[in-house]
């Protein structure tokens, strides 16, 4: 099982192996949830969300984007679900790449 750090900056796969992005696990690996939604990394935000299995953030990381993208004009009715917006799902990998 991945680390909590190692979900949440995974970039990609590579078979079995997860690839993670090792400078900005660095720099942003100790931020919670909802610092992470505050600095705009709304992907990392959401993968620790759904890391940490609890409802209210993934609910709260969801309102969050929402919000930005309402404010920049982009229209956040058309929004797709945050699953698909992007592509965090949780799966099981035997080794981590550190890119």
């Known amino acids: 099982m991945l680390s909590r750090e190692d979900f949440v900056f995974t970039i990609g796969y590579d078979g079995p192996a997860a690839v993670v992005d090792g400078q900005a696990k660095r720099r942003f690996g100790s931020l ?4 992470l939604a505050e600095k705009g990394l709304f992907r990392a935000a959401y993968s620790s969300a759904v890391y940490s299995k609890d409802p209210a953030e993934i ?16 229209g956040a009715s058309a929004a797709p679900s945050p ?6 799902f949780p799966v099981e ?7």
């Open 93 to 99: 990998v035997r080794r981590i790449i550190v890119l």
């Open 83 to 88: 699953d698909r917006l992007f592509g965090v």
């Open 32 to 35: 919670s949830t909802a610092e």
């Open 59 to 74: 609910r709260a990381v969801s309102e969050m984007y929402r919000k930005a993208i309402a404010a920049s004009g982009d």
